[in-house]
């Protein structure tokens, strides 16, 4: 199962804030299932803490919608196929990336559904629709070149109730020691927030910064930051780690199964281990399927407060660990994959390292079949 603290979450955000000062408003991010931790339950905790959330899919925003949350919500990805109108009516915020999303959304039915005791005609005198633009500024991947920002703006004024209350761009590198990449960026930024500016656009709201970029650079910080993995307590990476920061998710299983391995015998698909002496070997019912790394080497987790290694493939549904060294193992055993036992810890930035690949990854592919478990009033949970 997974543990989400919700007591550690709600620090966080007050630790961002801490960092970031009261003027810059955060867009709590809660893309892919609240990177793994549960979006409508992580949402409900964000909303009142922060000045909007922020989702990568139009399907996300939608779920959220239909929980209940009413917050403003920011998509990010910007696909939106043919939910133009939804997306509108839904009151979620689109970010546009290109001048056939911004024709789209244009050309999209104005209507806002009516509210709760508002009457029909009334849910039609929707006056503006907020939008924000986004300028690719060196990632690469979305946004409005910075020569055609003119030709865009002057085609957006040709939409009066489409209303580009944002400007918006991602960084590439923040979390690499080399920071000039990043603030060759910003400069790019800034010259399109002065076009902007010139064409007379002085956007509400201006947003750059990833939770690298909020504690790294603080010019970038503008009117408003995007936080995601530091609001789970995780960094992208040692250049930017703040230890203040306390891990949101632990991962923990029970031993399945126990038994002896003789000396020289092949363990799980392959045999790729084989102890050099009898050893005592326990199953776990956790495996790739439940976002538990199948390539992973060298990894460990903590059993009775003791540190057990991960031995053999890891398989779909199991895996097994190897507690010759765990005094009195037995079935049943609570296993730490990723958090605190007894003073220990296994923390995610070390199975990312075991894994070869970042902390993103591996908190966002914890599958849905895992049961997530939300404490409510947990103490500081950093290792």
Known sequence: MAEINLGALRRNVARMRAIVGPKVAIYGVVKADAYGHGAVAVAGVLAPMVDALAVSLVEEGLELRGAGITCPILVLGAYYGHTHSEVLEEGLTPVVYDVGELQRFGAAPRRRRPKRGQSEAAGRLQQRWPVHVKIDTGMNRLGIQPEALPGFLELA???????????????????????????????????????????????????????????????????????????????????????????????????????????????????????????????????????????????????????????????????????????????????????????????????????????????????????????????????
């Open 157 to 383: 004024a040709r939409y009066p109730h489409l209303e580009l209350t944002g400007m918006c761009t991602h960084f590439a590198s923040a979390d690499l020691r080399r920071p000039g990449a990043t603030r060759e960026q910003i400069a790019r930024f800034e010259r399109c927030l002065v076009a902007a500016a010139d064409r007379g656009l002085v956007p509400d709201v201006v947003h750059a910064a990833n939770s690298a970029a909020a504690v790294r650079f603080p010019e970038a910080r503008y009117r408003a930051i995007r936080p995601g993995l530091a609001l789970y307590g995780a960094m992208p990476s040692a250049v930017v780690a703040r230890p203040e920061l306390e891990p949101v998710l632990a991962l923990r299983t029970k031993v399945m199964a126990l038994h002896e391995v003789a000396a020289g015998q092949g363990v799980s698909y392959g045999g790729l281990w084989r102890p050099a002496r009898k050893a005592h070997v326990a199953t776990l019912p956790i495996g790739y399927a439940d976002g538990y790394p199948r390539h992973i080497r060298g990894a460990e987790v903590l059993i009775r407060g003791r540190r057990a290694s991960v031995v053999g493939a890891v398989c779909m549904d199991m895996m097994m660990i190897d507690v010759s060294r765990v005094p009195g193992a037995s079935v049943g055993d609570t296993v730490t994959l990723i958090g605190r036992d007894d003073g220990a810890a296994i923390t995610i930035d070390q199975v990312a390292r075991w894994a070869d690949t970042a902390s993103y990854e591996i908190l966002c592919g914890i599958s849905k079949r895992v049961p997530r478990i939300y404490r409510t009033c947990q103490p500081d949970a950093r290792p």
